[in-house]
């Protein structure tokens, strides 16, 4: 079984940028998490998506960051304009939803590799 | 608000040696626990997970962890470390209902030779 595939695996840029990652989930997982780990911290979640839908975007700064999955498959994430802070490795992950105790949860959750980004 | 504590950021042991990296969580219902793996350059990788049960769970690579809901505590041992166990290791809790993952800072493991 293929894992969740991410492009590219760097990237350099100067600020005021613009930047795009891509992220291709497990096959048939529904649910997609775009995560940013900055050096020194674990993970934290920017957005995530059920199938095409927003489940949860509240820690994504909206005035620079977007995302998209458009056909419920891949994803996109956009920074523009780009600032020093952004630098970072960008996550994405997928999970199945699965039925626990009769209510729908989702199940654990699958990375990818990553994207480096340096802003400069 | 929920929250998973690293206490070490740091962690060296001579070849092996066993093991023990210390998570604390701070949830309000049954926490769903999760150890992942990072080697340089790579994803996450799933060691082990916590949904309910047996406290003792099994995991990959010779990993285990014990949930100890006295101590809010999700510790992840190894009775005899390998050169190739050096990696960062994040401790991880599922909040709510979306089941995002809230990962603490993380502790790096050194492995002398």
């Known amino acids: 079984e293929a894992g969740v595939a991410q492009s590219p695996r760097y990237k350099i840029i100067e600020k005021r940028q613009s930047v795009a990652f891509w992220c291709n989930p497990i096959?048939?997982?529904?649910?997609l998490y775009w995560y940013q780990q900055i050096l020194g911290q674990g993970p934290k979640l920017l957005i995530q998506?059920?199938?095409?839908?927003?489940?949860?975007d509240s820690q994504l700064p909206k005035d620079r960051f977007s995302a998209e999955r458009l056909k419920g498959v891949d994803s996109t994430l956009k920074i523009q304009p780009a600032k020093l802070e952004d630098s970072a490795v960008y996550l994405c992950?997928?999970?199945?939803?699965?039925?626990?105790?009769?209510?729908?949860?989702?199940?654990?959750?699958?990375f990818g590799p990553g994207t480096r980004l340096t802003v400069l | 608000a929920q929250s998973v504590t690293q206490p070490d950021i740091h962690i060296t042991v001579s070849e092996g040696a066993s093991l023990e990296l210390r998570c604390n969580y701070s949830?309000?219902?049954?926490?769903?626990l999760f150890w992942y793996v990072q080697s340089p350059g790579q994803g996450l990788q799933l060691l082990l997970k916590?949904?309910?049960?047996?406290?003792l769970v099994q995991g990959i690579k010779g990993f285990e962890a014990e949930f100890k809901r006295s101590q809010s505590s999700f510790n992840l041992r190894k009775p005899s470390v390998h050169w190739s166990d050096a990696a960062e290791y994040f401790c991880?809790?599922?909040?709510?209902?979306?089941?995002?993952?809230?990962f603490g800072q993380g502790t790096t493991l050194q492995v002398k030779p």
């Open positions: 992950a997928s999970s199945f939803p699965r039925v626990i105790s009769g209510r729908t949860s989702t199940d654990t959750q699958y």
């Open positions: 096959s048939g997982h529904a649910t």
């Open positions: 998506f059920q199938n095409n839908g927003v489940v949860d």
């Open positions: 949830y309000g219902a049954t926490p769903y």
């Open positions: 916590y949904f309910s049960g047996d406290t």
């Open positions: 991880a809790v599922r909040s709510g209902n979306t089941g995002k993952l809230i």
